[in-house]
């Protein structure tokens, strides 16, 4: 997403004479998520030429010694090991098994070599983490699952990390956003390397849409990063969390934390890889991007119980996030959503958004019986359980500030 397919063939160093583009090595590790494993196997591996889908040619390689053994207790074994990446013109990463170990030192040493000789790296998901590790994110536009780019940013400071997006191709190191993300950045390299047409049939094969529109902004959560939870500092980023319907600034958590404000600004960024004035601005307008949506509150009112201290501050900063001003979002928003979805979540949400005033100052209707209730993802998920639009069905209207394929 963040260069068009010509800029990234322009990017891309020339191959070495033993390595094919069509060759294409996915390297897997035990304890990997059978999921994002899956996603290159199907899209690389199946003979789809009745379709009119290029073949191409699949090295599965171990990046470690087997048997792998993966989520849910399988167990793998692959009919290739490192040496095997020699060959390959296309190298991915599915994912990493855990994004606080660091990866084999003999596959990062694979990867790299690859790499300078021309081949196309690819991380999806946490084997971001991966690519980064052999240093060949430094410098570069990368993104990961929304829950991990604070981690990813900062272990990894020379990366410029981009959570927004679903996918970025960087030319000849591309990565995406967690699980589904995947099929879309495959997606992108066959419409890359054989165009439209090819990777149109081989969406219709796997039944999903050949383009998706926006990014990860949709799907952000409230959770922490995941390396706060034992610090400190986690109460007050709990507390913060808690009371953004409170007008309260950077000192105050600072003050909060028994620290002076660059003590604090120090420690904020080290554990989250984010300043906490651009975290906490970012948080509020999440918040507003909740109650344009489950709401019918005012922006005047949306902007007051997210702490903006006024209606023009939250124009501002929500342009800025999402491209989009509050009041087209929710025009937007509700040309994609059944009014029933919207006001069974309006009612959850004002369970955890303190009112401001009387209770018949509530303007949400109740949720109806039966309705889902939209619940937080986990620190340890790979996927998130809120409502969102509906990003599959085709026909309707992008939200504004979701970026489009190139």
């Given amino acids: 997403m963040s260069q068009d397919s010509a800029t990234a063939t322009e990017a891309a160093r020339k191959l070495t004479g033993r390595r094919r583009r069509e060759v294409v090595a996915v390297l897997l590790f035990s304890g990997g998520p059978i999921f994002e494993s899956s996603i290159p196997l199907s899209v690389f591996g199946i003979d789809r030429q009745d379709a009119g889908v290029p073949r191409y040619r699949l090295l599965v390689c171990?990046?470690?010694?087997?048997?792998?053994?993966?989520?849910?207790?399988?167990e793998l074994t692959t009919p290739y090991g490192l040496e095997a990446i020699s060959r390959a013109g296309t190298v991915v990463v599915p994912a990493w098994r855990s994004i606080t170990s660091p990866p084999p030192a003999e596959a990062l040493d694979a990867l790299r070599r690859a790499h300078e000789e021309g081949a196309r790296i690819?991380?999806?998901?946490?084997?971001?983490?991966?690519?980064?590790?052999?240093?060949?994110?430094?410098?570069?536009?990368?993104?990961?699952?929304?829950?991990?780019?604070?981690?990813?940013?900062?272990?990894?400071?020379?990366?410029?990390?981009?959570?927004?997006?679903?996918?970025?191709?960087?030319?000849?190191?591309?990565?995406?956003?967690?699980?589904?993300?995947?099929i879309d950045l495959c997606l992108h390299i066959v419409r890359t390397d054989h165009g439209t047409e090819a990777a149109g049939a081989l969406a219709r094969r796997l039944v999903v849409p050949p383009r998706r529109s926006g990014g990860q902004e949709r799907y952000l959560d409230r959770s922490l990063p995941e390396e706060i939870g034992s610090d400190p500092l986690a109460e007050?980023?709990?507390?913060?969390?808690?009371?953004?319907?409170?007008?309260?600034?950077?000192?105050?958590?600072?003050?909060?934390a028994y620290m002076s404000r660059r003590?604090?600004?120090?420690r904020f960024r080290s554990l989250t890889g984010s300043a906490p004035l651009q975290w906490l601005i970012t948080q509020r307008v999440l918040q507003a991007q909740r109650l344009l949506e489950t709401s019918d509150y005012s922006v005047d009112e949306v902007a007051g119980r997210c702490g903006f201290?006024?209606?023009?501050?939250?124009?501002?900063?929500?342009?800025?996030?999402?491209?989009?001003?509050?009041a087209a979002y929710r025009a937007a928003y509700r040309a994609r959503r059944p009014q029933g979805v919207a006001e069974s979540a309006a009612a959850v949400l004002?369970?955890?958004?303190?009112?401001?005033?009387?209770?018949?100052?509530?303007?949400?209707?109740?949720?109806?019986?039966?309705?889902?209730?939209?619940?937080?993802?986990?620190?340890?998920?790979?996927?998130?359980?809120?409502?969102?639009?509906?990003?599959?069905v085709p026909g309707?209207?992008?939200?504004?500030?979701?970026?489009?394929?190139?």
Wanted: aromatic share 6%.
């Fill in 62 to 74: 171990g990046g470690e010694d087997g048997p792998l053994r993966t989520t849910g207790g399988l």
């Fill in 309 to 326: 201290r006024s209606p023009v501050a939250l124009r501002g900063h929500f342009r800025r996030q999402l491209g989009s001003s509050p």
């Fill in 263 to 266: 003590t604090f600004d120090r």
């Fill in 122 to 182: 690819v991380g999806l998901c946490t084997g971001a983490f991966v690519l980064a590790a052999a240093g060949l994110l430094d410098g570069r536009p990368a993104t990961t699952h929304w829950m991990y780019a604070p981690t990813l940013a900062k272990r990894y400071p020379s990366v410029h990390v981009d959570p927004r997006e679903l996918f970025v191709d960087d030319g000849d190191v591309l990565t995406s956003a967690g699980t589904a993300a995947g």
């Fill in 350 to 392: 004002e369970t955890v958004v303190p009112s401001q005033g009387s209770p018949s100052g509530r303007r949400s209707a109740p949720a109806p019986s039966g309705a889902p209730v939209p619940v937080s993802a986990s620190a340890g998920s790979s996927e998130h359980s809120l409502p969102v639009p509906d990003a599959y």
């Fill in 396 to 406: 309707r209207p992008a939200l504004p500030g979701q970026r489009s394929a190139p």
């Fill in 236 to 256: 007050v980023v709990a507390w913060a969390l808690e009371h953004l319907h409170e007008q309260f600034d950077v000192e105050t958590l600072a003050a909060r």
